[in-house]
């Protein structure tokens, strides 16, 4: 089987590409990154020492996709993953052309060379497609019964249809507004599934919660399991921002390893003009709010002052868990790093690797 990994020496992107070399020697698995982000030339020589072939090019020029081909199998997991891209408020400043060509017209590109190959499609897409503003209504309690606070799911209200103790469900609003980010990410969806019916190939659409572990390019505006931990570890600053500045606002983590897992019985189980669409994270029992990662953080490495801001950002949601239900039933899949084996995971990383957000940026 030949697989083309678009985003391939980055955190989620070269963990699939171990993972496909790994299910069999036979497996040629092709890297394609424009190394655009800080940290990703790290991956490239274990990638290139277990036999994944690296190309530097970009999913934005049509060009530099054609050269490559046919494969049997399109990964698309080069992104701009962060809400805030396209919104000038990062340091990157990702520019709303930027985020949409990357995000989008590099699906488009990546589609259309898949349709002339023949070839199987996955788009890793995001929680960050569902409706910020349903998101921000949920029906939300303090639960006080663990080591520090968190928001929870008030089941003793109604529930909004999709939305359980569990999580999020698939068919969870996604109406506008969900970013410019999210708008891109399930434009890339939708196209991708009219791509599919149209060349009857297969499609493996998968929404990803919080990706976490080490050896992640951590900023706060994405990886913020790990920018926290690093960031604790080095004595940084950090603050509570929003909801009271408190913390108490919580996400679901996945290892990528289990995203890897999953992906490769989906890939075996495809079939051309059946799409897949499925939530995939480490649902509730990985939900951790910053206060709780917090308290883990001052136990493993001691205390560090935090501080508050107690305004709410326009993007900015309190509670996001999402409900692999769908996937677990069908697959028999449970994530199997527990948040509390991933942190530990990231505090290695951060102990042995010092400077690390400064060689991440």
């Given amino acids: 089987m030949k697989y083309l990994v678009t985003g ?31 940290g990703s030339e790290t991956n490239r020589a274990g990638l290139e020492s277990i036999g994944v072939r690296v190309i530097h090019g970009d999913v934005r020029l049509p060009s530099d996709i054609a050269a490559l081909g046919p494969f049997d199998w399109v990964i698309d997991a080069a992104a701009e993953p962060s809400v805030l891209a396209g919104t ?22 990546l589609l259309e060379a898949a349709a002339g190959w023949n070839a199987g499609v996955v788009v890793l897409s995001t929680s960050r497609v569902y409706s910020i503003p349903a998101m921000a209504g949920l029906p939300l ?30 068919s969870f609003d996604t109406s506008a507004p969900v970013s410019l980010y999210g708008a891109t ?41 790990s920018w926290w931990i690093h960031s604790w ?12 500045g408190r913390g108490l606002q919580v996400r679901d983590c996945l290892h990528p390893a289990d995203l890897g897992e999953l992906l490769v019985q989906q890939i075996a189980a495809a079939r051309g003009g059946v799409p897949e669409l499925a939530n995939v994270s480490g649902g509730i029992s990985s ?49 199997s790093h527990g948040p509390a084996a991933i942190f530990e995971e990231i505090a290695k990383h951060a102990i042995q690797n010092p400077l690390w957000l400064e060689t991440c940026g």
């Fill in 185 to 225: 990410k399930l434009a890339s969806e939708m196209l991708a599934q009219e791509y599919a019916f149209a060349a009857g190939t297969p499609l493996i659409i998968d929404r990803c919660g919080v990706m976490a572990g080490a050896g992640q390019f951590g900023r706060a505006d994405q990886g913020i399991f």
């Fill in 88 to 109: 000038g408020t990062t340091a990157r400043g990702a520019t709303r052309r930027q985020l949409i060509e990357h995000n989008l017209v590099g699906t488009i590109n």
């Fill in 233 to 244: 570890a080095a004595k940084r600053p950090l603050s509570y921002i929003g909801f009271g």
């Fill in 8 to 38: 391939g020496c980055g955190f989620v992107g070269a963990a699939l590409c171990r993972r496909l070399r790994d299910e069999s020697p036979k497996n040629e698995v092709s890297a394609f990154d424009n190394h655009r982000r800080r």
């Fill in 287 to 335: 939900a951790t709010s910053l206060a709780q990662l917090s308290h883990w953080c001052t136990e493993r490495f001691g205390p560090h002052a935090v501080g508050s801001a107690a305004e709410t950002r326009p993007y900015d949601v309190p509670w996001v868990v999402l409900d692999h239900s769908l996937a677990s039933q069908k697959y028999g899949w449970k994530p």
């Fill in 141 to 170: 309690i303090e639960d006080n019964a663990s080591n520090a606070p968190a928001y929870r799911i008030d089941a003793s209200k109604p529930l909004p249809l999709a939305v359980s103790s569990q999580g999020l469900a698939e």
